[in-house]
């Protein structure tokens, strides 16, 4: 399979400089667990691009559900920029040191009785496995929250595992 | 202590088919630490019974606490029938490799004014106990959300500790 | 820097007793990764001082941000409480065994159109950065919900990384 960077490159989408935290923390945490490999811990990333906040609204009222995929979309491009940034990875080809995806959850700001949080974070997890294949195939959970910050309709966190060589 | 699957049969309980995702994701993904332990995620569980969605609708309004609690334990039996499946654990007695349950999270779908996601929960946390003993205590959240994934009342998503031999 | 213990003492703060789970669950679960290193889960902490919840109601309706701040502030130092008094840790100075803070997972019991929950959340994250220094630093995500248990403003769970010396 090609390289995380070539297979975004083939999806036509270009990785955007890892997004700033809005607020008292880090992008991602790295936790050694020895071999040279970590847990990566991704802070909650919102649609966020060129420092501009995307698609604020509840789903499906005010955002449809095309534009709810969009923002869960950008947020794992997101994702993957604040991987691929990540302090203490090689500095050449970050995400192709990603062992596995091992966990993504995925809030959706919803209107009563939207029950279609999954086919939003579908955006993403797809987006994900695309990009990295087998290794972005992950556990997820997906909820729908009543609220979320600065309004966006969509926030995602991720676990990684990832490698030094 | 009986064997968690002895157990399960003590309770009058089956230990059902791992359900399958609803959407583009695996249900496990096991994190090897070392000396044959493995981090597994678990993705979020809803009340599904052979194939068929349970207890949907808000609580207590639509769903009551029974109801809810009923929909907490189908879940922890998924989340059980999860990691029996495991891909990477051995075939025989899967749940006898359970070393801990890390953390659960659980999320009820609300009805404005309802506090007792504890209560919910618990039917859960408390069978998980019942079946794995002392490793089956573990660390939880319990919050109340807006809207849950095709209407649902619960869904939970565990972190669990395996070992190979 | 100075001791975490020194540190409290310095903002004028005392570590609460921990509080006892509210319902079927124990308060941390400790993963061994090899070398002295765990994981430390810590379960959902809410606004309780002396077993009183303080706090309840939503924000801003009901609790204003200023209230749902000093909410945070609580389950930080609640955090803090539970990681001293964790099982497995050395009796002496067990904050200073902390090697950093992977993870903070905030929720917000949030009325319609509320979206300063990283606001409400920073007073948490602030606190471990103080406490704790630049191992009290932490991927986060910050979320709005419905409901939370007993009604409370905010809860907060995270997961420390701890050594053994």
Redesign the interface.
Known sequence: MASPHHRLKELGLTLPPAPK?????????L?P???GRS?L????QVPVVDGELKHVGRVPEEVDLEGAREAAKICALNILAQVDAAAGLDRVERLDKVE??????G??R??????????V??AA??LL?EVLGEAG????????????????SV?I?A?F?VTKD
Not at 100 to 105: C, D, E, F, G, K
Not at 110 to 119: C, K, L, M, N, T
Not at 137 to 152: F, I, M, T
């Open positions: 935290p809005m607020a008292s923390y880090v992008p991602v945490r936790v667990l020895g071999g847990l811990f991704v802070a909650g596995q995806v091992a966990s993504l959850t809030f959706v919803s209107a009563a009785g939207f029950g279609e949080q999954p086919q974070i579908n997890s797809d496995a195939k992950h556990s997820r959970a997906a909820v729908g929250v009543a609220e979320l910050p600065r309004g966006v926030e966190t676990v595992v």
